[in-house]
């Protein structure tokens, strides 16, 4: 399900994200954006630590996040799930939402205490 484009991220803003960090040429299927795709190596062949995946519920990369997970999941591999409910991309830097917005403060909250509870767990 396609997520709505925010003030901290829109489709022109992944696009340009992606043309800096990947290799000249490159397609958002590279590895390095798309870890479960046909040019990267196979997950379940790869050695990795415990996963944290935090995902903004109407995060405007949701979808491939959530692929991920289940990409991760497939393949064994030790990966936790963190969604924020109602929250978009990058939530947790808008200040003024996370001083005046009790929702937004509330999943703030609970990231902050997932990730703890990760690292503590790991």
Known sequence: MEQPESPLLTLEMVDKFLGMALPVGATKDHPITCPMG???PPLDGTKLPPY???????DLVKDTEMEFHEAMKAAGKDVELLINAGMGHS???NKIALDLDPPTGIEFAKLIEGIVKFVDNH
């Open 52 to 58: 944290l995946l935090v995902v903004a519920e109407k």
């Open 38 to 40: 046909p040019d990267a």
């Open 91 to 93: 939530f947790y830097l």
